[in-house]
């Protein structure tokens, strides 16, 4: 691969994850048994990706410019319902270890 290709694929990423790491460590604290590990943390936010469209972007004003105002609203709220489920589902699956 030519050189200069291979660099510009570097600057190349999924907007969602900043914003669901973002989205994970404000609400954290709202969820005292996960708050404080780091590895449930991640799992959270694994699991909140993958219900997430996939948003690549090179820089962040890519993602706002061809984005409308509905698109990112929606997006939001995509967001927000996807790391609200995550929590719950590694909450539910620490649970189920528990008992089990």
Known sequence: MHTNIAAEF?????????AVFNAVALQ?????GLAD???LLADVA?????RLPARYIRHEVDYVFYLSDRERDQSERLLHEAVEYAFG???????MRARG
Do not use: G, K, M
């Open 10 to 18: 570097t600057s190349v990423r999924n907007h969602n994850e900043r």
């Open 46 to 50: 694994c699991v909140a990706l993958n």
């Open 89 to 95: 589902f590694v909450q539910a699956r620490i649970a």
């Open 37 to 39: 590990d780091p590895e």
């Open 28 to 32: 954290a604290d709202h969820h005292p």
